[in-house]
């Protein structure tokens, strides 16, 4: 029940930055407090709000992991790992790219 809840969170949270977040690839151990991630594809808009002068053509993240200190969650910090991550990105066509913007 719990992890399910949790599962939904992580979906809702990452859904904005992976295609195609399957639940089931969701690997939630609660008493160690780790989930792990397999295999995300990113979404094309998942670094839109970094104002790069790129788009995403291809991106995977090979494996995430977050260690959730359940039984200390107020007084321990949370670890993020990320790793394998793969990108193939392409500049902004010129026609978006907006100097103004740039001198800002």
């Known amino acids: 029940m719990l992890e399910r809840w949790v599962a939904s969170i992580f979906s809702t ?3 904005r930055y992976v295609k195609n977040l399957d639940q089931h690839g969701l690997q939630i151990s609660m008493w ?8 995300m594809e990113l979404s094309p808009e998942a670094l839109d709000e970094l104002d790069l002068p790129i788009i995403i053509d291809k991106g995977i993240i090979g494996k995430l992991r977050i260690e959730i ?3 200390n969650f107020y007084s321990k910090t949370c670890k993020i790992e990320v790793s394998d991550v793969k990108l193939v990105v392409l500049p902004i ?3 978006d790219w907006n100097p103004e913007y740039e001198e800002k």
């Open 69 to 71: 200190p359940w039984k």
């Open 13 to 15: 949270y990452l859904g």
């Open 93 to 95: 066509k010129a026609t």
């Open 32 to 39: 160690s407090g780790e989930v792990v991630l397999n295999d």
